[in-house]
């Protein structure tokens, strides 16, 4: 079993940064990747980043590419999702998952991740 828990979101102005951070508890092997997803209102739950237990390997979506960064602290159980250069689309709740190795083509799916935190909403004001 894992439970992931989100925090650091928050309103800010388009333009500003936040800095996500996911903490984790349980196996790791259900926590060898890590994964970003976000729901705007009204729409479906859309992927952001992912990488693997080492952080050797990145996956972003195109249209965060250049301004999200995606890491971890394995020390710490801790993935985080630093986000600069906020727009007022990147407006949505931001959901942590987890699964274990394998499948990187699985990772941009919600149906390829076994364990989901709640949320933490981010708010970008133009």
């Known amino acids: 079993q894992v439970q992931l828990v989100e925090s650091g979101g928050g309103l800010v102005q388009a333009g500003g940064s936040l800095r996500l951070s996911c903490a984790a508890s349980g196996r790791t092997f259900n926590t060898y990747v890590m994964g970003w997803f976000r729901q705007a209102p009204g729409k479906e739950r859309k992927f952001v980043a992912a990488?693997?237990?080492?952080?050797?390997?990145?996956y972003y979506t195109d249209s965060v590419k250049g301004r999200f960064t995606i890491s971890r602290d394995n020390a710490e159980n801790t993935v985080y999702l630093q986000m600069n250069s906020l727009k007022p689309e990147d407006t949505a709740v931001y959901y942590c998952a987890s699964r274990g190795p394998g499948g990187i083509y699985m990772w941009p799916r919600e149906e390829g991740y076994e364990y989901w935190g709640q949320g933490t909403q981010v708010t970008v004001s133009s």
């Open positions: 990488l693997n237990l080492s952080g050797s390997t990145t």
